[in-house]
């Protein structure tokens, strides 16, 4: 029989539909299947417009059948089928879509739950099968067709035998290769995994049979599909499981199903623990993303802003624009649309928790609220006020998380800023010189103990018109009783404080007088926008540009030590021996390291002689 071409298109098109369209070989399967959804689609919407028909649920199935011995692979539906027509116009001419074609015919302009739209999925067929066949037969007919094609050069059509309608598609499939194992594509276990992953919630039965019994490989009916009502806390549990979104129990779950401008139903998780790779250049944030059941990507990045990257789930809309391949969006409007909200569901669920569960989110919060605090650095502080509300600090009132709203409701009248202070830990914040005060007027203190924790509240600036202030800062904007003395003191001593700042050199910006020590002879305080815990973190890092906070040396003119330095100025090298002395102790209680550590030690062993 002469082969006929394929209308209008050439063998490089049909080269690119085989070759490039498609990332991964296994998406046939899932075209075909979608295909065969359609079929039954089709029929089933005659059985509600033609009142001669009725409904056989029993008919609407599915089948796959492995041939192994002859490398034969069949997906077979019992759906509307095909014509000789049919099959030339919808199969002999590329990118042409019956379904598209069927929707405008019965002006189903907004119903999309016909998966088909562009006519090139059946093509993807001829990435793993050296030849494709095709036996249909047309709904109400007594004829059947066989139409079958090894490629670009064309395709046969003939008359065939066969008993009922619908359409089966028959792949030859092509010998293993050395870059390519086609093999796979005919072990059952393989086939039921791409079931799983792509086609798992198609509407109808997709069957395969195993041990001569045909068995179910879908779930059909969605879990998002459901009301909520149906649904109990362990269905949601075992979707996590089953979908292997995680290994532990999600904290919180969240179903939306939203019609609007786009209409979606999604299904996402708040994770107990932290995956083991999340803050590693390996972890790929994302959200499964589903066409009407179909599985279109694994990982859509661009439904989840960096700071909500630990979410997990799954997102299903009719309403997508997808390319060709349907592994890719055509356009993202919709998708900024949907990511826009899902946004605003998670910040919503969250503080719901925050207020409502309290253990819990403080248990997300270890886990992911370094995440939030980067994502109110990031980008410029753009989601500083999306995220500023979520944000938990331990505080110095009970050792205890506390929100940026709770520190501002319980601030006495008098206290001006939000103080915060940096460090390993926050028994050894409460251990510097620089909280003395704070803590002493019964002000509460917020420990940053994370490197991101100061630069996103720099980034922040304010909460509640209150801005923050970090204890080793130039100024703390609390008045004392000392401060006059510690300004006469200054005034007084002026040629003191100006010859221990030559000592010292550039390692700090000034020496004066301290009107925030109490107890202690000595600290650092920053005198710019960098603070001594920023230079740390800064400099701790690759290519770090050796960024320096301007340090100021200040010094308890209430404390004995300073009657020391007083009674050394006459000695030139006991003064000098002192500075270095004082200045080294500021830095060991910033965390800092000691310069010198042999001019140090000789300096202690000169003070003990």
């Known amino acids: 029989m002469a082969k006929k071409p394929f209308k209008a298109e050439t063998k490089r098109l049909m080269d690119l539909m085989i070759h490039s369209i498609y990332t991964h070989k296994e998406i046939f399967l899932r075209e075909l299947i979608s295909n065969a959804s359609d079929a039954l689609d089709k029929l089933y919407y005659r059985t509600l417009t033609d009142e001669n028909l009725t409904y056989d649920k029993d008919r609407f199935k599915i089948r796959l059948i492995v041939d192994k011995p002859n490398r034969l ?75 079958e094609t090894k490629g670009a050069d064309g395709y046969t059509i003939k008359p065939c ?69 149906e649904l109990k806390d362990e269905d949601y549990e075992n979707f996590y499981r089953d979908k292997r979104y995680g290994f532990d129990k999600p904290l919180k779950y969240i179903h939306i199903q939203a019609d609007g401008a786009v209409s979606y139903r999604a299904i996402l998780y708040i994770p107990e623990h932290i995956p083991f790779d999340y803050y590693t250049k390996d972890y790929e944030k994302g959200l499964e993303l589903y066409a009407n059941g179909v599985l279109i990507m694994g990982k859509c990045g661009d439904l989840l802003p960096d700071h909500y990257s630990f979410v997990k789930g799954m997102v299903d809309s009719e309403d997508l624009s997808l ?113 003395e005060l704070v803590l002493d007027k019964g002000y509460e203190l917020l420990y940053f103990t994370e490197d991101i924790d100061e630069f996103a509240i720099k980034m922040l600036m304010t909460y509640k018109g209150k801005a923050f202030r970090n204890i080793s800062g130039g100024d703390l904007g609390i008045e004392t009783e000392g401060d006059q003395k510690a300004e006469e003191e200054e005034q007084a001593h002026k040629s003191l404080f100006e010859e221990m700042k030559r000592i010292l050199g550039d390692k700090v910006k000034d020496v004066k007088a301290s009107h925030r020590l109490k107890s202690h002879p000595v600290c650092l305080s920053a005198a710019g926008d960098v603070s001594i815990e920023m230079e740390k973190v800064l400099n701790a890092l690759p290519n770090s540009q050796g960024i320096r906070a301007e340090k100021v040396l ?54 003990m002689v």
């Open 161 to 229: 035998d066969k008993a009922d309608a619908g359409t089966e598609v028959i792949l030859k499939i092509k010998p293993n290769t050395d870059d390519e194992n086609y093999d796979e594509y005919l072990e059952p276990h393989r086939i039921k995994s791409i079931v799983k992953k792509y086609s798992d919630f198609i509407r109808y039965p997709i069957l395969m049979q195993e041990d001569g019994e045909w068995k179910t490989l879908n779930s059909m009916v969605p879990i998002w599909r459901k009301n909520k009502s």
């Open 73 to 147: 692979l069949t997906v077979k539906d019992t759906g509307i089928g095909m014509t000789k027509e049919e099959l030339e116009t919808n199969l002999g001419t590329i990118a042409k879509s019956g379904s598209l074609a069927f929707r405008q015919e019965h002006e189903l302009q907004d119903d999309r739950t016909l998966i088909g739209q562009f006519g090139v999925g059946f093509y993807s067929a001829l990435m793993v099968a050296e030849q494709v066949t095709v036996r249909s037969r047309a709904f109400g007919s007594e004829e059947a067709w066989e139409w």
């Open 323 to 435: 390319n060709i391949s349907r592994e890719m969006l055509q356009h993202d409007r919709q998708l900024k649309l949907i990511a826009k909200n899902i946004a605003g569901k998670i910040k919503g669920a969250l503080l719901e928790m925050q207020k409502n569960e309290r253990e819990k989110y403080e248990t997300f919060y270890k886990a992911f609220g370094r995440q939030l605090k980067f994502g109110v650095y990031n980008d410029f502080g753009a989601h500083r006020e999306e995220l500023q509300d979520l944000l938990m600090f331990v505080s110095s009132k009970e050792k205890k998380y506390v929100t940026l709203d709770e520190y501002v409701s319980r601030m006495p009248a008098d206290q001006k800023y939000i103080y915060y202070g940096t460090g390993d830990s926050p028994e050894r914040i409460d251990r510097l010189p620089q909280a």
């Open 554 to 607: 200040e010094i308890n003119v209430g404390h004995d030590v300073f009657k020391s330095l007083l009674a050394a100025r006459e000695d030139r090298d006991k003064l000098e021996r002192y500075t270095n002395l004082l200045y080294q102790q500021a830095r060991l209680i910033e965390g800092l390291p000691v310069e010198d550590p042999v001019a140090f030690s000789n300096d202690i062993c000169k003070l």
